[in-house]
């Protein structure tokens, strides 16, 4: 079953803005994680945030972690068309090491 | 380092013909996963090995069954082959409570 979801399930917006996904799953967590999927290609790690962390940048990434709200978001400043992708939150928790996955919001980034 | 690799990239199959997929890493990495992607599903997982010796079930494991060769190799095998396993399938390593690494997919059609 998945644990996140993702918010909204497709953006489209011109290069140069940001771009805003959201994440919200449902059980406490050891850590969130996104990733980022072109088309056709495996997914790549792009940000861990930890259950004890509020905020986390990677260079135009910035993740945030609100888990009294059991939600997080994945702002991609000033987007390029090379970001359009596909993004996914996942959920890692308790002692198992699975991850949960989100189903993913569709990223176009139009030149 | 060649990180995740996956063969084969694509295979089609008849109903009832069985198959296995290959999947190594170099990495050193304990944990592995098998991984199935269908649209608008998300990330499904097979199986998983938290180390090696030891393989789960985990939420689509009807169908298939691993073997964890050693610390590098987690192969999946088809048995029987159905249309509903038409799929990309994915594997990845990872060390637990960190990122997930993932292959190129293996393109999988059965008629």
């Known amino acids: 079953s998945q644990q996140g979801e993702e918010d909204p399930q497709a953006l489209s917006i011109q290069e140069g803005e940001n771009a805003t996904m959201n994440c919200s799953y449902k059980?406490?967590?050891?850590?969130l994680q996104w990733y980022r999927q072109n088309s056709g290609r495996g997914l790549v790690h792009l940000i861990l945030?930890?259950?004890n962390e509020r905020e986390k940048h990677s260079g135009r990434l910035r993740v945030t972690l609100d888990t009294s709200k059991k939600s997080s978001s994945l702002l991609i400043t000033a987007s390029r068309a090379a970001d359009t992708a596909s993004y996914f939150c996942a959920t890692e928790a308790g002692n198992n090491r699975k991850l949960i996955w989100g189903l993913g919001t569709s990223l176009a980034v139009n030149p | 380092n060649a990180g995740v690799t996956q063969t084969p990239k694509f295979q089609v199959l008849k109903t009832g013909q069985s198959m296995t997929l290959q999947c190594a890493q170099d990495m050193n990495h304990n944990s592995m996963y098998w991984y199935r992607q269908d649209p608008g599903m998300g990330l499904r997982l097979i199986y998983y090995?938290?180390?090696?010796?030891?393989?789960d079930k985990g939420e689509v494991p009807n169908g298939y069954n691993v073997s964890r060769l050693n610390k590098r190799e987690f192969s999946l095998r088809l048995e029987s082959a159905a249309p509903s396993q038409t799929s990309v399938y994915f594997c990845a390593s990872s060390e637990s409570r960190t990122e997930q690494y993932f292959g190129p997919g293996t393109r999988l059609t059965v008629t």
């Open positions: 090995s938290a180390s090696e010796g030891t393989t």
């Open positions: 945030i930890r259950s």
């Open positions: 059980t406490s967590i050891n850590n």
